[in-house]
């Protein structure tokens, strides 16, 4: 008889030794699971917020003590995913709490190799300046005795994470600029 003990073989013992452990002694480890989170949470306080990562727009809670992040988890009473999270969705947590979480803009001027952080004041401001010189050089008043007033110059592209209202406000800022080239990531 081969006596040699595997893995497979000792995971299997000691995982059976276990449940009759826990069954003998009453113990309930879903019981006991759902209390380590509901202690986490405790005195946390719960904001309702939107999924940023996709159009289906699920509904999360976000727990934050002091300001800070410390859980996040599907909305029961959202209408839409009714508490349950795809696993982008459910990775959330790792947004705010992240070492790698760029916190400043970042800016590589021309011909330059490396990256600088910029304030956010500035970047806005770079922005506005570089939309507004290129709708000026591009813009077209006037086709075959027509008004036409646009620009070919600038395309914008919309993201699915935006929901309604910042669509609404992205295309009148683009129609406002003569901006005809309207696309949205979700159609491409
Ligand atoms: S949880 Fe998943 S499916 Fe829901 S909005 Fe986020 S990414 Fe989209």
Redesign the pocket.
């Known amino acids: 008889m081969n006596s040699k003990l595997t893995r497979r073989d000792f995971l299997k013992t000691t995982g059976a030794f276990s449940a009759i452990l826990f069954l003998n002694l009453g113990f309930d480890l879903a019981d006991v699971e759902a209390s380590t989170n509901r202690l986490k949470i405790k005195y946390a306080k719960e904001t309702p917020t939107?999924?940023?990562?996709?159009?289906?727009?699920?509904g999360?809670i976000t727990h934050t003590i002091d300001g800070k992040v410390v859980n996040t988890e599907?909305d029961p009473n959202h209408p839409?995913?009714r508490g349950s999270?795809?696993?982008?969705?459910?990775s959330?947590f790792q947004v705010a709490i992240n070492e790698r979480r760029m916190k400043k803009p970042l800016y590589r001027a021309p011909g330059s190799d490396r990256w600088e952080e910029k304030e956010w004041g500035w970047v806005l401001d770079r922005i506005a300046h570089r939309i507004k010189e290129t709708r000026d050089a591009g813009f077209i008043a006037r086709e075959s005795n027509m008004i036409v007033n646009r620009t070919e110059a600038i395309a914008s592209l919309g993201g699915a994470a935006l929901d309604n209202e910042e669509c609404y406000l992205l295309a009148k800022l683009m129609r406002g600029l003569g901006v005809v080239f309207l696309e949205h990531q979700a159609r491409i």
């Open positions: 939107i999924c940023p990562y996709c159009a289906v727009g699920c999360i599907g839409i995913n999270l795809c696993s982008k969705g459910s959330l």
